[in-house]
Each structure stands twice: as C-alpha cells, then as structure tokens.
C-alpha cells in the first residue's frame, strides 16, 4: 500500500491527508478487491453507453476500454498495488487507469457516483455467487439422490424426538434433503430474479443531467432493466440480505444433516461409515475416527445467520440513502458466501463417499416396537376397531413384549390373543419392517416404489 497527501480523487477542498486511523477504518481495499472484475464490466458498460450517447468520444471511449482491460490483467495476474490511502477498489482502479490512459481516465466518472458503482459492483458480486450457490446446492442434490437410488429398499428408524418411531427407507430419507435443497434452490433463484435491476446510472442518488441510456448499460451488464427509483437504488442491499436469508436456511438444512452424521457415525448408532478423505483421528485415542467436517458444517450456520444479523442491523436505522455504514456489507457477506460454498462442497464429498451400514440399519429399524403402528392399523382394518381403541391395545401389547424383553415379532399368537381375543396370526405379517415400509404407499410415503418414483422425478428435474 502506497501513500498519499490529500486524496487524489476527492481531495480538492482538504489541505492535508487523513489522519493513519483514518485512512484505517475508511479504506475497504483490503476486501472490496474481490469486486475488481465486476467494478471494471461496470466500467465498461459506462463507458461505452456515454460513448454512444455522445457524452465520451470515440477516442476517449477506446482508450478507458484498452486501459481498463490492462487494469483488469494487472489484477488478475497480481500486479497490481492496491492503495489503502485510494479507499476502495473503484478509485483503485480509476487512479491506476488514469497513470496507464492519461486524461480520458478522468472523464469515466461523468454521470456517475461511487454510490451507484458500488451497489452495481455489489449486486453483479452476489449474482455471480448466487449462480455458484446453485451450480453447488445441486452437485449435492444429485449426491444424496444417488444414495437414495441405491437405498431405495433399505430399512432403518425413522425418529421423533430422536425415538425410533416407524421403520422408513434409507432412500426416503435422503429425498427428504433432496426436497430441502430444493426449496433452498428455489429461495436463491427467486433472489435472483427480484435483485436483476441495475442500480447504474442512479448517480450520487438523484439521477443525473447526462443523457445517458440506462437501459444499455442495465443490458450489457445482464440486468433484466434499470431500478426505477434512483434514491432507492443506491441505498437497498436487500439483495445481499436475500442471499444471506437463503444462504442462512441453506446452512440450517446442512447442519441438520451435520448433526445426523455425528449420531450415525457414533459407535453407539453406526447407521454410516464415512470415508477416510471426510474424517479425522485423534492425536492421543489411536482408535478414534472423528466427524469433523459435519461438526464444521454444523457450526458454519451460526457465522452464517450471523452476517445475516450483522447487515440487518448495519441497514435498519439508515436514513436514505447512502451511508457509509453500507461500506460493512460486504465482508460479512463474503465471508457467509465462502463458508457456504465449503460447507456445499464438504457435505458433497461427505454424502457421496459414506457407506450406509445397512444390517445395522434394520436392526435399529426393527428394535424399539417401531412397527407398533403397524399393529394398531390392522386391528383398525381387520377387527374393524376404532382407531383410538386399537391405539389402547397395541399399548398393552407393547407393554408385554417390553416385560418379556422381547420385540413385538417376536410375541406369541397366545401372547396376542391374552390381550385381544380376536387377533389371529395374520397379524405377523405387519409386524416386520419390511412388510412395514413396502406398506407406506401414500404419495409422498416411504415405500421403496414411493420412493423410486420420487427418484425418478428429481433425476427428471436435475438432468
Ligand atoms: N467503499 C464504499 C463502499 O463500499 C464505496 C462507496 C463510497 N461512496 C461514498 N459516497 N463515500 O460502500
């Protein structure tokens, strides 16, 4: 970082430079370098909108066009040197221009605000990421898809209150985050669509004098048309707040699925084996296999809701329109948009690479009377009971077995009949789990043929 006097780009009015702490807690090059490319399409797309509207010539227009391309290679390739006494990326840019073009690099910022730039730069920085977001939420979709191809028929608990409630398959578990994912795709394609309006061309925040045409540069920039309300436009970031909601959501299902990986791989579940590459040991328990990347995953939500937090508070008591608070928007969402993207790409690896233990599975599927339901819906459809009275006698049927150890498979006709006269023994067919699950076939149920046709659609949908 260089050194200046008074500042280059505003300096004008002042007869010294800013005080070091000053400069320190105004500059945000250290982060907003992240935004070169965006700030120099940005630039571009002026610059040749003012060009064809007159306002740039030609000459001008080519020579900031040559000299922002150079600019851009200079970043690229790290050689460039970004000044902190210069704030930001945008005047970074423009003074480095101005040393390479010479005196049309002074006319770029012709009816334009770093205010408007800035919220430009921002929103194609959050659009690109959104797009990322949504390439990574379904690489693991069609992760957790292959594994409920594979286990479309695989039995094991499905919990309430983290008790063994009613057998499910291993397929319609995972299509549960399959559904998740979904909606979390859905939540940052409809942030997308809302945010595509250029904020470009709203200048400091009235508008400007310029003849300019800011349906060119909202078009070359990919946005569906310009904002319409220019004070609005360079003070909303409810575009990063929408990408910090969704991404917020997004890492609460990751961290649900985190918090089940830490149960099942624990040597008191082993429901799954996770894979060497997604594991690590410990320093002194030599036998120790540790889930690390799901209790990662699971704690990357709190940094997560925490930009999200951060800005809304940062935002909530501004006055129109812009304020330098909004300069506290972009680290908070840079660091939520990297953790996410981790987060994707870890469960991805973690989720392909697993192996379900599936004997265990059924066990833990078949202890823990989960096919009681299973027992009160057939005296309901055989003996023609209410349902409230066969839940009473499934209870007390539950209650011998858990006296004589035992599961209810396991139970006597004689043991049945003592409590129900009426029960015959084609009561044992609904008792194992298997019959169980194959019996669920209510859409949306856990059935193997539910759920290879649910399997089915979302290949359908991801292909
Ligand atoms: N670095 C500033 C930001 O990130 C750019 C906008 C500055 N605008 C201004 N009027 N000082 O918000």
């Known amino acids: 970082m260089t050194d200046a006097k008074s500042n280059t780009m505003w300096g004008g009015r002042f007869a010294a430079g800013p005080d070091a702490i000053m400069e320190a807690i105004n500059a945000s090059i250290g982060f907003d370098q992240r935004m070169a490319r965006q700030d120099i399409e940005g630039s571009r797309a002026h610059a040749a909108m003012l060009a064809a509207q007159g306002i740039l010539t030609d000459n001008d227009a080519e020579a900031i066009r040559e000299g922002l391309l150079t600019v851009l290679s200079e970043i690229e390739t790290g050689n460039f040197a970004f000044s902190s006494a210069l704030e930001d990326i945008h005047m970074n840019v423009e003074s480095r221009l101005k040393e390479i073009v010479g005196e049309p690099a002074g006319r770029l910022h012709t009816a334009r605000s770093r205010n408007d730039q800035v919220a430009t730069d921002f929103k194609l920085w959050v659009r690109d990421q959104m797009d990322a977001t949504l390439d990574a939420i379904k690489a693991l979709q069609l992760a957790f898809l292959a594994q409920a191809e594979a286990g479309a028929d695989w039995v094991m608990p499905g919990f309430t209150h983290l008790q063994t409630a009613q057998p499910v398959t291993w397929g319609h578990h995972m299509l549960a985050y399959v559904e998740m994912l979904g909606r979390d795709a859905s939540r940052f394609a409809d942030a997308r669509a809302r945010m595509n309006e250029s904020p470009l061309g709203a200048a400091a925040l009235a508008g400007t004098s310029f ?56 040597a008191q579940f082993r429901f799954v084996t996770l894979s060497d590459r997604f594991s690590t040991g410990s320093s002194i328990m030599p036998q120790k296999k540790n889930p690390d990347a799901a209790e990662l995953i699971r704690a990357k939500i709190a940094r997560i809701y925490g930009a999200n937090t951060a800005l809304m508070m940062v935002m909530k008591g501004l006055p129109l329109t812009y304020s330098k608070d909004m300069q506290e928007d972009k680290e908070q969402t840079f660091d939520a948009a990297d953790n996410l993207m981790l987060a994707l790409a870890a469960m991805t690896g ?34 023609d009971m209410p349902f409230r009275e066969a839940h009473h006698v499934t209870g007390a049927i539950v209650k011998l077995a858990e006296d004589k150890g035992c599961d209810l ?55």
Not at 414 to 437: E, P, W, Y
């Open 409 to 463: 498979p396991e139970l006597s006709l004689a043991d049945m009949t003592g409590v129900h006269a009426k029960i015959t023994k084609d009561v044992f067919d609904v008792l194992g789990v298997q019959n169980s699950v194959a019996s669920r076939t209510s859409y949306g149920g856990t059935a193997p043929s539910e759920v290879r046709k649910q399997v089915a659609r979302w290949k359908d949908k991801l292909a």
């Open 211 to 266: 003849n300019i045409d800011r349906d060119a540069t909202a078009q070359a920039l990919g946005f569906d048309r310009p904002s319409a309300n220019s004070l609005d436009a360079v003070s909303d970031r409810d575009f990063a707040l929408d990408f910090l909601n969704a991404a917020s959501i997004c890492a609460m299902h990751l961290s649900r699925f985190a918090e089940e990986l830490v149960i099942w791989s624990s």
């Open 350 to 383: 973690m989720v392909t690479d697993m192996t379900a233990n599936q004997p265990n599975l059924e066990q833990a599927a078949s202890s823990g009377f989960s096919t009681a339901t299973d027992l009160a819906d057939w005296l309901v459809r055989t003996l």
